[in-house]
């Protein structure tokens, strides 16, 4: 167990709505950061957070966004969804940002 | 071409048997992680090093900044190795994005 809770486990959803990916970070932990796994375009990095303030931007579509809240859980808001937005989204949390990552378990995003 | 590169992309071997995989990278970086990505889709990080070499249990990570090369070997590799094994370069503290290379699946056969 890596101390990094992540809701809802699986997501079902059609095209054009919008969803929120919840994460707990590990207790402690002040960065927070946003992956998405697809099978055609492997990991990729979204977004980073450390302790409220957006420190590093990735690959991350306008249409989602997120934020870290003051108890330190972050959410990560997907709108307009895709079909290609389909994919494992991970949230990983560390003490610091030059600390290992601990993992959540991902959340399992299909758009229909 | 990827900014991080794994070799091999699939690696099956036989319980008990060395393994060696491995990581380049043609950016600049301030560390290397190295993940584990099971079969059920969770991710443990196994290491992140910045340079040398780190060692837990049977797993040993090196890198050489120079060469920009990293290296991830398993000693008396067991069927609960198997996995999807991931490098990801860290560009710089202070910008924390990760790259991440394709993963190396490995299957050891009992």
């Known amino acids: 167990d890596s101390g990094v809770t992540q809701t809802p486990k699986h997501l079902i959803t059609a095209t054009g709505q919008r969803v929120t990916l919840r994460c707990s970070p590990r207790?402690?932990?002040?960065?927070v950061y946003w992956y998405q796994q697809s099978l055609d375009q492997g990991l990729q990095f979204l977004i980073q957070y450390y302790n409220g303030e957006e420190r590093a931007k990735g690959n991350i579509l306008e249409r989602f966004s997120a934020q870290q809240f003051p108890d330190l859980h972050s959410e990560l808001n997907l709108s307009s969804l895709e079909l290609g937005d389909s994919a494992l989204y991970f949230c990983a949390s560390s003490l610091h940002p030059d600390q290992p990552q601990h993992f959540g378990d991902g959340t399992r995003l299909s758009i229909l | 071409k990827n900014e991080v590169e794994q070799s091999p992309q699939n690696l099956t071997a036989q319980e008990g048997e060395f393994i060696t995989i491995n990581c380049s990278y043609s950016v600049g970086i301030s560390a290397l992680h190295w993940l584990q990505q099971h079969p059920g889709g969770g991710i443990v990080s196994l290491f992140m090093l910045s340079s040398g070499k780190k060692k837990h249990g049977r797993l040993i990570a090196t890198i050489n900044i120079q060469e920009k090369h990293s290296s991830l070997h398993i000693t008396a590799s067991h069927p609960r190795d198997s996995a999807v094994y991931i490098c990801?370069?860290?560009?710089?503290?202070?910008?924390?994005?990760?790259?991440f290379g394709t993963g190396t699946r490995l299957t050891i056969i009992p």
């Open positions: 207790s402690g932990d002040l960065s």
């Open positions: 990801a370069a860290l560009a710089s503290f202070g910008n924390e994005k990760l790259t």
